[in-house]
Nanobody, 122 residues
Framework: QVQLVESGGGLVQAGGSLRLSCAAS????????MGWFRQAPGKEREFVAA????????RYANSVKGRFTISRDNAQNTVFLQMNSLKPEDTAVYYC???????????????WGQGTQVTVSS
C-alpha cells in the first residue's frame, strides 16, 4: 500500500499562486509515477500533471501549461505542484495520485490522496 497526504490548498485571489505538496509513504518503490488531478463541483475528475521518478517524464494538461509546474523530491518522497497565475476556473479539489504507469487518466491511478481544496476568487 501507498499512503498519500496532500497539503497547501487554500483561498487565493485570481492571479495569485499556491504550492501543493504530496507526501508519500509505504511501498513507494512500487509506483514510478506521481501526479495531480482535480475535480470541480459537478464535473469529472481530470488530469492536471504527472512526473516519473527521475523527472524524465513530465506531462501537463493543456489548461495549465505555462502556469503550473510539477516537481518531486525523492529524498522526501514528496511531489509538488506550483500553481501560478491562478484563475477562478482552477477552483477544485486537487488530488495527489501515484501509479506504476503514467497517470494521465483516472483509470491508470493505483493510489489516491484525500484531496485538498483550492479556491480562486475573482
Amino acid at each position: 500500500q501507498v499512503q498519500l497526504v496532500e497539503s497547501g490548498g487554500g483561498l487565493v485571489q485570481a492571479g495569485g499562486s499556491l504550492r501543493l505538496s504530496c507526501a508519500a509513504s509505504g511501498r513507494t518503490f512500487s509506483t514510478n509515477y506521481m501526479g495531480w488531478f482535480r475535480q470541480a463541483p459537478g464535473k469529472e475528475r481530470e488530469f492536471v500533471a504527472a512526473i516519473n521518478w527521475n523527472g524524465g517524464y513530465i506531462r501537463y494538461a493543456n489548461s495549465v501549461k505555462g502556469r503550473f509546474t510539477i516537481s518531486r523530491d525523492n529524498a522526501q518522497n514528496t511531489v509538488f505542484l506550483q500553481m501560478n497565475s491562478l484563475k477562478p476556473e482552477d477552483t477544485a479539489v486537487y488530488y495527489c495520485a501515484a501509479s506504476s504507469a503514467p497517470p494521465t487518466a483516472t483509470s491508470l491511478v493505483n493510489y489516491w490522496g484525500q484531496g485538498t481544496q483550492v479556491t480562486v476568487s475573482s
